[in-house]
């Protein structure tokens, strides 16, 4: 229930400003977006992708990447007007980020510097927001 009341409001916050806030973030290209036929292809990748990578640094990394590139497809459902399709991308926008401080801990708890790691996702994330 809570999930969706967040993901709600993201929508309505991000809908609003996403446009006017895209030339104060520098977000990769959004490749594949929700309203693509072949958008699960792009999630599958990014999942055997994550898989792969074998250290939580490089995860962390990889997770923050995604989360980067599901704000910019967001961004472009925004720009075409297409908001039903927003909330699916912010949601997983949401995941890789979580996903991505929780693969920094990790590799910290075992004994890893991530302090480089999490600085780029307190910096980004605060621009993003």
Excluded: C, R
């Amino acid at each position: 229930m809570f999930k969706n009341i967040f993901v709600g409001v993201l929508v309505i916050l991000f809908s609003s400003n996403l446009v006017l806030a895209a030339d104060m973030v520098d977000l990769p290209e959004p490749g594949l977006t929700p309203d693509s036929p072949w958008y699960f292809l792009d999630t599958w990748g990014e999942k055997l992708s994550m898989v792969f990578t074998f250290t939580a640094e490089k995860k962390a990394e990889k997770a923050f990447h995604y989360s980067e590139k599901k704000l910019a497809e967001a961004q472009k459902m925004a720009e075409e007007n297409k908001t039903e399709k927003i909330g699916k991308a912010l949601k997983k926008y949401h995941e890789y980020l979580n996903q991505s401080l929780k693969e920094a801990e990790k590799a910290k708890e075992q004994g890893k510097n991530v302090d480089e790691v999490l600085a780029i996702v307190a910096e980004a994330t605060q621009k993003h927001l």
